[in-house]
Each structure stands twice: as C-alpha cells, then as structure tokens.
C-alpha cells in the first residue's frame, strides 16, 4: 500500500507542476487535456497494481514509463533516479571515490580493463588483464561489473581488500588499496609536436576543464615563442556549457557573443559574452574535430569558426544543438529535459536531427541539405545550418577493415597484450615506439590460437546478390564469375593480416601503448601519423594560408 501512496504522490507532484506558473501559460484545452490524461494515468496505475495476476516492481514500472515518454522526445531527455545519481555528477564533474579504473566482463570473469594514470589501482600494481576474485572478502564469482563496481566505490581515505589473478601466474595476490578522490583530467595531453607549435588535447568538458586548460595554455606560451596552438576535440562529446565558454573567452575579445540559447518557454533564453580580456587575442588557433565531436566541442569549434578566430580540420561534428536543464524529482532523483537549443554566432543552429518530425515508424531524420539555410561568419564566409560543423579542411577518415572490427570486438589486440607483458615488462616511450615484425608476428600466432573466425561485409553482400539472381533466374549464367569472386571475397586470415598489416599494426600499436602508458600514451603515439595534426601543422607554418582560409571565397564576397 506504501508503494501505491508513492506513486500517486508522483502523479500529484506533477500536477502541482503542471498548476505552477509553466502550466498557466498552456492554453485552456491543454491545460484540460493535461488534467484528465493524469487522472486516467492515475487511475490506470493504481489498477494495475491492485489487479494484476503477478506482483510487480512499482519502481520499475514508473521508471519505465516515466523514460517511455522521455524517449519520444530525444535521445538527450533523461529521468535519473537517486540510485544513479553518482554516476550522473560523475558525467558533470569527472570525479568519484574509488580505486580508479576500468572493469569489464570477461568469460564471465570481472578484470580490470584500464587503472587510471596515478589513480590508486595503478599504485597498487593493478594491470589490465587482472583478474577480479574477490572485494573485502565478497566473493566476485557470478557477479557483474556494476555489483563489483558498487563494492570499489566509496568514500575517499576508507580502504578495500582486493583479491586478483593475473595472467600467467599460479597464485591469487591480495592488496589493500586506499579509496581516492578520483579526478579524469579532461586535458588527456598537451605539448609541442613542433618547436613553436601548441598542442592540447580534451576528452571532455567537467568541472574546473577550463582552469586545466589555461594551466596548459600558459606552460605552453610561457617563452612568447609558440605561433600557433592546436586545440583536439575529436572524440569529446561535450559536458558543461560553462566550462567550454570560458575557454572561449582566453581567445576572444570581451563583451564578443559567444552563443545563445533559444526555446519556448522565455526563462531558458539567454546570451553569453565574453566576460573578460583574453590571454592570447592573436594565436593563430586549429581545432580538430570529427564525427563524435558534439555539443560544448562543437560550440568551441562553432563558435571559433564563426567568429573567424580559428580554422577547423576534419570532420563534420555529431550535430547536437539541443540543451539540457536539470530539474530536482521526488526522492532525489533529477529530470534532465531538453528545453531549447544552442545557436552560435551567426545565428545558426548546429542541430543535425528534427526529433519533431517522425516517420510512420517513428524515426526521427536528418534535416536535408535543401532545408537548410546559408549563413555568414565575421568576415562573410559562407557557413550552413542543421548538420553540425563542416570544416574549413576535411580530412576523410581511413576506412575500417571487417577484420579489425572483429579484433577489437573479440578483444584480440587487448587479450595479447596482457600476455605478452608477461615477457616484456618494459616498452620505450610512445614517441620511440616502433612496431617489430616479431611483435606482429607473436600477435598472428596468438590470433590463429584462439582460432579467431570473422565474417566479411563483401561477403555477406555477395550472398545476398545470389540469392536475388536465383530468385530472378540468373545465377546459372553467371555462376563461373560468382565463383571466382567468392573465392576472392571469403575471408583468409593469412591474406587479410598481409593486405591490412599496416592497419592492423597501428591499432595493435596503440593498444600495446595504451597498457605500458595510459591513454596518454596512446594518443602520442597515435599523432606520429595524424593526417589532420599533419595539416594543422602545416597550415600554422603557412601564415599565408592561414589568413586566406579565414577570408571568404571570390564568389562569395
């Protein structure tokens, strides 16, 4: 009966709501329909529950609904309940009390996927691969990666007893490790990859993101030589607004607009300006971005490019424009509504998706390139709604292999690493790193051990083009050259390691520095062969061309 009074006093929570001032400004129908829709919702409830055959998880069934009529608006809308708030603030601020690292499943089996850099599991020895048997004594047989992960997290300074296998060895090891406070610098990397050439690299946008980065900024600049910085944002899908505008203000002058936030209802509606004097007005500035580059990144590229400040390289940004407010629920939890969108400078919006507009089965589609409008940066280049940032230079990403997708889905490269650190305990530095056809050939016959199977998409592709000659009576016709191209298209392991061992190498490479050195490792090494860190280098030693980028094309003056 409790549960029943829990849930008709959400139902009453929302419509006080609804009779607060947000639902007076409804028109008298839909302030009728509202009304009734919560009575029969209501009503339907409390049936349900008294009714139904089995017994039921009142949680559950709220939740679901609840989330249910959020994932008709977009997929941004969330309810979080009060059991996963930690991990919600983890998402805003980077951090959380625990261990500091990465688990996954395996064979049923918990390991430790990645310690973080300097974080307590990694001071404590912990190495991907490690085996999780058991946490203050709890056996972890049978387990999943969120039980274990509720038992790793608490209170910073309190202590936990780990019990861990590790490959190759015959005994279990204990440690006791103490909780931390524990903070992913969202700066994965900055430096020179040439003498007057700044780098920095962000994964994300958390609490204090900006102050980290000025510290990067101001190490970078400290001997007034640097003429160019390199800001990455690849791969960072956003976080907090206000961290991404302060960035922007080291680079703009103050009182310039940065962005504005435009939706129904008028209280969500605002201007941001820079609020201060820039550190560096005239850098020459690239941002790097790419396809999982969205929200605050694509605001700081937006915005960058828009005001002609900076030239942007390689792809075109995810395309989220919509903007999230948290609002306290009941019982701690939090509803995180999308409740306007962002536009940048010239007033458009980087928005890719119209979740208004659905088909018939309910998909929400891309805005075309016919509906979307023409819009001018400071200096009057053309620049265009509704499909995210398009660079001022694409670089074209390399295609992806069907075998490497099956390595890294079956975890060949990462599996082999750990093994193969039995007998190496020590690599030379992600810039000196140089993959041997030894290593490569170890790897081949790790591979060919766990007779690892794959299947083509020419392949598949090539089934499906015989069953539909079959069906229209071609396939005797045809059936010497489907046969050759069979043999060609069916996969051969042998061959494919050869025809893709460039590839393969580079992804086998950075999975090898990423277990000696962090995901900071990794990244160095990863930029020794940068198509667009190339470019960007090139265009800040070209001042020439730099400066012609950012004005705009005879034809469009």
């Known amino acids: 009966m409790m549960k029943l009074i829990r849930v008709t006093s959400v139902v009453i929570f929302l419509m006080i709501v609804f009779h607060s001032h947000s639902f007076a400004q409804l028109t008298e129908r839909q302030r009728a329909d509202v009304v009734k829709n919560l009575d029969v919702f209501n009503e339907f409830f409390k049936r349900t529950l008294m009714n139904y055959v089995d017994s039921l998880d009142t949680q559950k069934l709220m939740t679901g609904a609840i989330n249910h009529v959020l994932n008709q608006l977009d997929p941004y809308s969330e309810y979080i309940p009060s059991q996963e708030m930690s991990e919600f603030q983890f998402m805003t601020t980077g951090e959380y009390g625990g261990i500091g690292a990465v688990i996954s499943m395996q064979e049923d089996t918990i390991i430790i996927r990645e310690p973080y850099e300097g974080m307590p599991a990694a001071s404590a020895g912990l190495l991907p691969g490690d085996r999780i048997l058991s946490i203050d004594g709890e056996s972890m047989e049978g387990k999943n990666t969120k039980d274990a992960s509720e038992k790793l997290k608490g209170q910073p300074n309190t202590t936990l007893k780990l019990t861990y296998q590790r490959v190759g060895e015959k005994n279990p090891k204990e440690v006791t490790i103490e909780r931390k406070r524990v903070h992913i610098n969202p700066i994965t990397y900055y430096g020179k990859p040439e003498n007057q050439i700044g780098y920095i690299s962000m994964s994300s946008f958390t609490v204090e993101s900006a102050q980290s980065f000025k510290n990067a900024l101001i190490e970078l600049t400290s001997d007034d030589r640097l003429q160019g910085l390199i800001i990455d944002v690849r791969d960072n899908g956003g976080g907090v607004l206000e961290e991404c505008l302060e960035i922007l203000n080291f680079f703009l002058p103050e009182g310039e607009i940065l962005l504005s936030i435009k939706g129904k209802n008028k209280q969500y509606e605002k201007n941001f300006r820079a609020t201060q004097a820039p550190l560096q007005p005239e850098l020459p500035l690239v941002v790097l971005v790419n396809g999982s580059s969205a929200s605050a990144s694509e605001i ?135 993959m041997t056809d030894e290593i490569y050939s170890a790897f081949k016959d790790f591979v060919r051990s766990k007779e690892f199977t794959y299947d083509r998409l020419s392949e598949q592709r090539l089934e499906a083009l015989k069953k539909s000659m079959e069906l229209e009576g071609y396939s005797d016709m045809a059936s010497s050259e489907l046969e050759a191209l069979e043999k060609k298209v069916k996969p051969d392991l042998d061959r494919d390691f050869e025809f893709h061992k460039d590839l393969i190498t580079e992804y086998l490479s950075m999975h090898i520095m990423r277990q000696y050195y962090h995901v900071k490792g990794q990244l160095i090494y990863s930029l020794k062969n940068d198509k667009a860190l190339s470019k960007a280098i090139e265009l800040l030693n070209n001042e020439t061309l730099y400066r012609e980028t950012l004005q705009p094309a005879v034809e469009e003056k």
């Open 300 to 434: 700081l590229a937006g915005t960058i490019q828009d005001l002609d400040r900076g030239v942007i390289i390689g792809n075109r940004t995810f395309g989220k424009g919509l903007v999230q407010s948290s609002q306290p629920m009941p019982y701690g939890g939090q509803l995180k509504l999308t409740t306007s969108k962002y536009y940048i400078p010239s007033e458009r919006s980087i928005q890719r998706i119209n979740y208004s507009h659905r088909d018939g089965e309910g998909r929400a589609d891309e805005i075309p390139d016919s509906l979307t409008s023409v819009y001018h940066t400071k200096n009057g280049r053309q620049v265009r709604d509704g499909g995210g940032i398009l660079p001022d230079f694409v670089i074209e990403p390399e295609t992806i292999p069907t075998i490497i997708y099956y390595l890294e889905m079956k975890s060949m490269f990462f599996d082999f690493v750990v093994q193969w650190r039995k007998d190496h305990p020590n690599v030379v530095s992600p810039s000196e790193f140089v």
